[in-house]
């Protein structure tokens, strides 16, 4: 397009942003009319993208950062013949696909669910990583931001990472309109302010007024043709551009136009330009995935193995039998043992440092391109990217994160290395898998059974090594659990996961030998849980005893719990858990401080069965 049916484009997305939210009696169309000749020429002139087929595999990748300014995404997909006018007005509406802050569930061009600010870059470092090293397909990513995003610290871990791995496939638009939410933004429209920061992290810069539209097109021009560093555009620009009540004001974020009819015929009326998006270039890209028999590691029962050593060797057996899973961490990898797949496949490995928000944003990245990813780190380090895994969930994204060095069981590093809260934290997410095997071949076998799942799949490794309670044919299937000890005497049921099922066997045996027969459960998939498996056992022996390592909140005794919640009667429910702050002991030691290894659960067993009787 040339310079006069470019602004006539932009005045188009305008007009529809104000009439979209105006309709919907809510939105963001200020934020959408600051970036309407940003995204005008990006749309005409520069994307590749064939919208019949958003799955090809040559499509340039674009990424709404700042999704609140969904009104102008809406725009230009009626601009491109992708939607309708009428669906376009059904913006915010029951039904509707339109969101307020777009997402990929029913919308096949949005790559990644946006609208937690700080998270359209990095997800963007993740898909350009994809082309770059894996899908060898010249496709560009294109991230528009918004600068009060720019306070996140995920955007600079995205900026550096993107410039470590020389991402000259990836392009940022920085929308810079001056204000936020509730007013100026740190830096205003200081252009240099933000260029000094992108520079120090490595990337090629570009300021440029964001309302000359001839400008922005040879500023993209200047992208495309910048090698081996990313590039970032710097656009000055005017929040609610073109209508006067409106235009650089505060206090109008998040809110439709007072006078729509009146900022439509200011911005020139309505129109129906239809453009052609550029078509993408031929491409295709191959996945590796290797049919016949997948060999996973093996281990005899009484070995004494680490679940962690198992996750990794897993790993990278699975690597090796199938060619679309990748494996990311968070330079804990000696640690977590995911330098075992690094080792077989180090093409498909990426390392992320320390910059866990990074690396799972990376991981929704690649899935989002259809690799599968195994994401890793101690599991108390999950905990800052939870909003990352929040946004995986409102994705859809197939993602599979580990966590080790999990709970009090880690000895002396001390409370700062102990994941105490993961197991809640991942239950609490829409649709998850949270698994906790306690064996090497559990381990294994669920490692290869997350392959398979949906949603974000969470699997919970322990730093010590075990003792190997099943055998190397023994099938898991998610959403099951074990009986390790059972007779029609048992009068007390322990449901344990993790290390904290070896204690239970002990204290088992211990119980036994006074004459006390106990039942007990491995629960190892803590999320779907095994709700046949424990009303059972609630039936049978009238009381459950929950240990676990790791907080009384959120964990496993709330899991357990969940399945006696249809109205039926609440058995007897007692939880051994981590209710103290711990310090730094030897792992038996912490086990015993915090009342959760065999002579603990073995004194809880005998104070509850006496109680029984005397009832």
């Known amino acids: ?279 993408p270039p031929a491409a295709r890209v191959l996945h590796a995935v290797r049919a016949g028999h997948l060999e996973m590691p093996r281990w005899e029962k009484g070995e004494k193995v680490a679940t962690r050593n198992a996750y990794g060797e897993a790993l990278a057996a699975l690597g090796t039998g199938r060619g679309d899973v990748v494996a990311l961490d968070g330079e804990v990898g000696d640690s977590t043992r995911a330098e075992f797949f690094a080792k077989e496949h180090p093409e498909r490995y990426f390392e992320c440092y320390i910059a866990e928000q990074q690396m799972v944003a990376a991981a929704v990245g690649l899935a989002a391109r259809g690799w599968l990813p195994y994401a890793a780190t101690f599991a108390a380090f999950l905990t800052r990217a939870h909003d990352f895994v929040r946004m995986a969930s409102v994705s859809g994204a197939g993602i599979n994160l580990v966590g080790s060095h999990a709970g009090v069981a880690i000895g002396q590093d001390g409370p700062s290395q102990m994941g105490l809260e993961d197991l809640a934290m991942m239950r609490a997410v829409h649709g998850s898998t949270v698994l906790y095997p306690c064996d090497a071949n559990q381990t294994a076998r669920l490692v290869a059974a997350m392959a398979g799942l949906e949603g974000v799949r969470y699997l919970r490794t322990s730093r010590g090594e075990s003792p190997v309670v099943y055998g190397p044919d023994e099938e898991f299937p998610v959403g099951g659990s074990k009986v390790l000890r059972a007779s029609d005497r048992d009068r007390l049921t322990v449901v344990a996961a993790g290390v904290t099922v070896h204690e239970a066997l002990a204290a088992a045996d211990a119980l036994d030998r006074d004459g006390i027969q106990v039942r007990v459960v491995d629960l190892y998939s803590v999320k779907p849980v095994d709700r046949s498996t424990l009303r059972r056992a609630a039936e049978d022996t009238g009381c459950l005893l929950t240990v676990e390592d790791h907080r009384e909140e959120g964990g496993i005794g709330d899991a357990v719990l969940d399945a006696f919640l249809d109205g039926r009667p609440v058995p007897r429910l007692v939880r051994l858990a981590v209710r103290r702050m711990p310090g730094s002991a030897s792992p038996d030691q912490q086990l015993h401080t915090a009342g959760i290894d065999a002579a603990s659960i073995a004194a809880a067993g005998k104070l509850l069965v006496e109680e029984a009787v005397v009832r």
């Open 1 to 279: 397009m040339n310079t006069s049916e470019l602004v006539e484009l932009a005045q188009q997305l305008r007009v529809d942003s104000v009439r979209a939210s105006a309709a919907a009696g809510s939105g963001h169309p200020t934020s959408s009319m600051s970036a309407a000749d940003l995204t005008a020429v990006l749309l005409a002139n520069h994307l590749r993208y064939d919208f019949d087929r958003p799955a090809h595999p040559g499509n340039d990748r674009f990424v709404l950062s700042k999704g609140h300014a969904s009104p102008l995404l809406y725009a230009a997909y009626k601009a491109a013949g992708a939607i309708e006018d009428g669906e376009l007005l059904t913006f915010r509406k029951l039904g509707s696909r339109l969101e307020g802050h777009p997402t990929p569930r029913q919308v096949p061009w949005v790559e990644t669910a946006t609208g937690s600010l700080g998270q359209g870059l990095p997800i963007g470092v993740g898909i350009a990583l994809a082309g770059k090293r894996l899908d060898r397909v010249g496709y560009r990513v294109w991230v528009l931001c918004g600068d009060s995003e720019l306070a996140e610290g995920s955007v600079w871990e995205a900026a550096e990472h993107a410039a470590y791995e020389h991402l000259d496939n990836l392009t940022a638009i920085v929308d810079v309109n001056r204000l936020g939410q509730r007013g100026p933004t740190r830096h205003g429209h200081d252009l240099d302010a933000y260029a000094r920061r992108f520079q120090a992290f490595g990337w090629h810069t570009v300021e440029v007024d964001g309302h000359d539209v001839d400008a922005v097109d040879r500023a993209y021009a200047e992208a495309k043709s910048t090698a081996g560093q990313p590039t970032v555009i710097l656009a000055r620009t005017l929040k609610g551009k073109g209508v006067a009540a409106v235009q650089d004001r505060e206090g109008l974020h998040g809110k439709p136009l007072p006078e729509p009819d009146e900022a439509v015929a200011e911005l020139g009326g309505e129109r129906d330009i239809r453009i052609h998006v550029h078509e």
